[in-house]
């Protein structure tokens, strides 16, 4: 009989941030109370193909791809609503092709077609209920153009910018170029509009590297945002647990960079600090980001970032966790939102932890969020009882023959 919950964890996907995903999902994965939950993990390769198993656990096995598969088995969702199982892909001549029966999802996918809604989209359709942001919230947080207008619009403080799609980049280059520099001037900073852990993101002090940066992003997204740099810049992140009508916020952080920007180095390999033998050291995710935590901020300060930050989570309708990041202009003492992470790099446990919530109490209400969720969209109308199709269309003219006869009788 069965008497625990199954949790699917779904990590890695068709991201450049495949790997972080996995570190993120193992930190998780440790963290649930097995005394109270079964944990079935899946893995979705960057080819696109799901697996499950138990070496997919041990961060370990992920050095050698093709070892590890062959150990795991081959899975796949059925898109029918109402359906939780997870199937073999390799059906057997005997027994059920079924592995397990999911009762909740515990997503730890980051970056493009994982966090950006597209994933969250694939378990709508299946009614399982699965922690974190909707779809909505999720393409909406994942895209830093749609974000910035929706905050801007909701009298929270961003940064100036410019966006441009990449054929405009193509077919205006030198008009697009002109508008950066009239709207904002150098120095700036470019990124893809739609990815994260600062992959193809770069500072740039003049036109030459304004070219180049936006090439390289440009192989990233289709859509590219510019932003004006702040020079004197402090960067503080503060993450929010709840729902999109009551959450909280957690202490802040200040992450510790070893350039203008927060690169992909300082957050997962801490500054690519190297381990005792010359070797970089072994990630932990976002845990490997040196920071200070609690961030040294005043009061002020702080209580203004910790209400900025809820008020980002609701306006985008968020839920579960999420990580905000803010920017402070030490010049002027101005501070902007940056970004949200709405599935953020180790789920934010380290600040969690800060805050007085351990990662398993952590996971046990991301859990607890995902259930809710479903219960109160079970109260939502889908579907109108009647059949338009057991009324009168006026014949083969269909609709519209009947909205002319209903007009013609008056």
Same mark, same amino acid.
């Given at each position: 009989?069965?008497?625990?919950?199954n949790?699917?964890?779904?990590?890695?996907?068709?991201?450049?941030?495949n790997?972080?995903s996995?570190?993120t999902?193992?930190q998780a994965?440790?963290?649930i109370?097995?005394?109270?939950?079964?944990?079935?993990p899946?893995? +979705?390769?960057?080819?696109g193909?799901?697996?499950?198993?138990?070496?997919?656990?041990q961060s370990?096995?992920?050095?050698?791809?093709?070892?590890l598969?062959?150990?795991?088995?081959?899975?796949?969702?059925?898109?029918?609503y #109402? @359906?939780?199982? =997870?199937y073999?892909?390799?059906?057997?001549? !005997?027994?059920?092709?079924?592995?397990?029966?999911?009762d909740?999802?515990?997503p730890?996918?980051?970056?493009?077609?994982?966090? @950006?809604?597209s994933?969250?989209?694939?378990i709508?359709?299946?009614?399982?209920?699965?922690?974190?942001?909707n779809?909505?919230?999720s393409a909406?947080?994942?895209d830093k153009?749609?974000?910035k207008?929706i905050?801007a619009q909701?009298g929270?403080?961003?940064? @100036?910018?410019?966006? %441009?799609?990449?054929?405009?980049?193509f077919d205006?280059e030198?008009?697009t170029?002109e508008?950066?520099?009239?709207?904002?001037g150098?120095p700036?900073i470019v990124?893809p509009?739609?990815?994260?852990?600062?992959?193809? +993101?770069?500072a740039?002090?003049?036109?030459?590297e =304004?070219?180049?940066?936006?090439?390289?992003?440009?192989s990233?997204?289709?859509?590219?945002?510019?932003?004006?740099?702040?020079?004197?810049?402090?960067?503080?992140?503060?993450s929010v647990?709840?729902n999109?009508?009551?959450?909280?916020?957690?202490?802040?952080e200040?992450p510790i960079?070893?350039g203008?920007?927060?690169?992909y180095e300082?957050k997962?390999?801490g500054?690519?600090?190297? #381990?005792?033998?010359? #070797?970089?050291? $072994?990630?932990r995710?976002?845990?490997?980001t040196v920071?200070?935590i609690p961030a040294?901020?005043?009061?002020?300060?702080?209580?203004?970032?910790?209400?900025?930050?809820? $008020?980002?989570?609701?306006?985008l309708?968020?839920d579960?966790?999420?990580?905000?990041?803010?920017?402070? @202009?030490?010049k002027?003492?101005q501070?902007?939102?940056?970004? +949200?992470?709405?599935i953020?790099?180790?789920?934010s !446990?380290?600040?969690?932890?800060?805050?007085?919530?351990?990662?398993?109490?952590?996971?046990e209400?991301? +859990?607890?969020?995902a259930?809710?969720r479903?219960?109160?969209?079970?109260?939502?109308?889908?579907?109108y009882?009647?059949?338009i %199709?057991?009324?009168s269309?006026g014949?083969?003219?269909?609709a519209?023959?009947?909205?002319?006869?209903?007009?013609?009788?008056r």
């Amino acid at each position: 009989m069965k008497t625990k919950i199954n949790v699917g964890v779904i990590f890695g996907g068709r991201s450049v941030e495949n790997e972080i995903s996995v570190l993120t999902a193992i930190q998780a994965m440790e963290a649930i109370d097995t005394a109270k939950y079964d944990i079935t993990p899946i893995y +979705i390769t960057k080819q696109g193909h799901w697996y499950t198993g138990e070496e997919l656990r041990q961060s370990q096995n992920y050095k050698d791809m093709e070892r590890l598969l062959e150990k795991c088995e081959q899975v796949y969702l059925r898109p029918i609503y #109402g @359906d939780n199982h =997870l199937y073999r892909v390799r059906k057997p001549l !005997f027994g059920s092709d079924i592995v397990a029966t999911i009762d909740v999802i515990l997503p730890a996918l980051h970056g493009t077609n994982c966090e @950006d809604g597209s994933f969250q989209g694939t378990i709508e359709m299946t009614g399982i209920p699965y922690a974190g942001c909707n779809v909505l919230a999720s393409a909406n947080g994942m895209d830093k153009i749609t974000m910035k207008m929706i905050l801007a619009q909701s009298g929270i403080p961003v940064i @100036d910018y410019v966006w %441009f799609s990449d054929k405009e980049w193509f077919d205006r280059e030198a008009a697009t170029i002109e508008r950066v520099e009239q709207q904002l001037g150098y120095p700036v900073i470019v990124k893809p509009a739609d990815s994260g852990s600062s992959v193809g +993101i770069k500072a740039v002090h003049n036109r030459e590297e =304004l070219k180049e940066a936006t090439e390289n992003a440009i192989s990233y997204s289709k859509r590219i945002i510019v932003e004006h740099l702040v020079e004197q810049l402090k960067e503080i992140n503060c993450s929010v647990l709840g729902n999109y009508y009551e959450c909280e916020a957690s202490v802040c952080e200040a992450p510790i960079r070893s350039g203008e920007i927060l690169s992909y180095e300082d957050k997962y390999l801490g500054g690519g600090a190297k #381990g005792a033998k010359g #070797g970089v050291k $072994e990630s932990r995710g976002m845990h490997s980001t040196v920071r200070e935590i609690p961030a040294r901020l005043p009061e002020q300060q702080t209580e203004f970032i910790r209400t900025k930050a809820v $008020e980002t989570f609701k306006a985008l309708a968020c839920d579960g966790v999420a990580r905000i990041d803010f920017m402070i @202009d030490e010049k002027d003492q101005q501070i902007y939102v940056n970004e +949200i992470n709405t599935i953020p790099g180790s789920l934010s !446990f380290y600040l969690w932890e800060a805050t007085g919530v351990g990662f398993d109490e952590l996971v046990e209400r991301l +859990i607890n969020i995902a259930f809710e969720r479903k219960r109160d969209s079970s109260f939502k109308t889908t579907s109108y009882k009647e059949n338009i %199709f057991n009324y009168s269309l006026g014949g083969a003219k269909g609709a519209k023959g009947a909205k002319g006869a209903k007009g013609a009788k008056r």
